[in-house]
């Protein structure tokens, strides 16, 4: 290995500590994210024929151009998906679409409740995403049970489902979106194969964790539907109905409109947030057509402002930064070594991946494997092969293992004011159990089942 490609694998992994750290350099991990892509590509320029030998002169600069803007135009699919997928949520949420969700959590049994939200959550996180179904949840929780101590039994569910949930769906979990976007795996394929893993993932911990509640819950009634945070919500309830099922059954659909049209899965949630859009504008002008004064801080132009964009220069960032570690071949190195230590096996390969998820961001993980490892035409490492479909598992799973593992995990975190110590002590060997139970559940079903099936 040359110098000047240690030099951009040190930058990446110094970036990658800071990432990881961002808790203690209070350094917005965006930021880091962004000097990494800066400064790889900035050293691999310092030197770019030791990289692509075959071209010269102006024709090295023009393939080297050519190769960042291939690069970006595969991660902009995976960017534009997010915020597609980001803004419809925001828009369902703010105007009132969870509500619903929030009038089927009514019970008195703790255990009822936590079968409850575990299921809700497993669900809703296959639909929208881990991070803002943690919120929706939590923010429920928070009107139900107002014991902290039980409180806290539900919200490590919440992370531990949420991630579980994520993981089946080709639009769950960033990774899958990523897996998705590239063609590793196909949107029934994941499903199929993936849905029992994530199924025995979420029972095993919520089986344990129940074993902490007993008895009825002592909370006051919750706050009135039509209301949200003592304030009231300016659409009616079939409005409000309408909103919810243009969003999450257009979230839904995406995957079928890709394989009816073959166009990228970002086209079919930009078509989903237009039709949202329009619709809840026409809303508007019927409101404002009978209240003159009535305010206009839900419409979509007003909450675009409160789309992550932070987050989503960071996966910018992060993935360009792996597309340089790509184009200088360490990543196709690391892959064979990986493959040589484990001789091959894809469950011990992909199962060390997925722990690794739980101490440092995934999304460079996978980034990492998708550069690592080409896809092959038939056997493991085609599309939907036991590789890829394991990683999806093991990426999105893992992450439950530690609570700074998954985005679900930090935003709880924050929320509920959960230490590190705390859930690593009570939490993390019950994700680390159910983990692992998912992937002996996915080796049975691969290996006896599915033979006998075909």
């Not at 002169?57 to 997928?85: C, Q």
């Not at 008195?108 to 936590?114: H, V």
């Not at 690592?372 to 990426?395: E, H, K, N, R």
């Amino acid at each position: 290995m040359s110098l000047l490609t240690l030099s951009i694998v040190a930058v990446f992994v110094i970036g990658y500590l800071f990432i990881a750290l961002e808790s203690v350099t209070k350094v917005n991990k965006a930021a880091v994210a962004l000097l990494m892509f800066v400064a790889c590509w900035t050293l691999f320029m310092v030197s770019p024929g030791s990289y692509l030998p075959n071209f010269t002169g102006h024709t090295l600069v023009n393939e080297v151009s050519s190769a960042i803007e291939r690069h970006l135009g595969g991660t902009s699919t995976t960017l534009f998906f997010l915020m597609g997928a980001m803004t419809i949520v925001e828009i369902v949420d703010q105007n009132g679409g969870f509500n619903w969700v929030q009038s089927r959590m009514s019970t008195k049994s703790k255990r009822s409740l936590l079968w409850k939200i575990a299921f809700m959550t497993f669900f809703l996180s296959a639909i929208l995403d881990n991070l803002t179904t943690s919120i929706v949840m939590v923010m429920i929780l928070r009107k139900l049970v107002y014991d902290h101590k039980d409180r806290l039994i539900y919200v490590s569910l919440v992370i531990i489902a949420a991630n579980s949930g994520g993981a089946f769906s080709p639009i769950g979990d960033v990774t899958t979106i990523m897996l998705w976007n590239k063609g590793v795996i196909t949107a029934l394929g994941v499903i199929s194969e993936i849905f029992i893993p994530s199924v025995v993932s979420l029972l095993i911990p919520a089986l344990i964790l129940q074993l902490g509640l007993k008895g009825e819950l002592t909370t006051s009634e919750s706050l009135p539907y039509d209301k949200r945070d003592g304030e009231v919500l300016e659409f009616t309830g079939l409005e409000r109905k309408i909103i919810f099922a243009i969003g999450v059954g257009g979230l839904m659909f995406v995957p079928v409109f890709k394989s009816i049209t073959h166009l990228p899965p970002f086209v079919g949630i930009l078509l989903v947030l237009g039709i949202l859009w329009t619709t809840t504008e026409l809303f508007y002008r019927r409101l404002h057509r009978y209240n003159k004064e009535v305010t206009f801080q839900k419409r979509v132009s007003n909450l675009l402002s409160r789309i992550d964009m932070s987050t989503i220069l960071f996966f910018l960032g992060i993935l360009m930064a792996v597309a340089c570690l790509e184009e200088i071949g360490v990543l196709t190195a690391m892959g064979g070594t990986l493959n040589s230590a484990f001789n091959g096996n894809h469950y011990l390969v992909t199962g060390i991946i997925g722990i690794l998820s739980s101490i440092v961001d995934n999304v460079p993980l996978v980034a990492g494997c998708m550069g690592m490892y080409p896809v092959a035409p038939s056997g493991d490492m085609a599309v939907d092969g036991i590789f890829w479909q394991l990683l999806a598992y093991c990426a999105g799973v893992g992450g439950s293992i530690l609570i700074i593992g998954s985005a679900a995990g930090v935003v709880v975190m924050g929320l509920e004011k959960i230490t590190f110590g705390w859930y690593m002590k009570k939490v993390s060997w019950i994700a680390l159990v159910g983990y692992l139970a998912g992937i002996v559940s996915y080796g049975i079903i691969r290996t006896f089942i599915m033979p006998v099936a075909l």
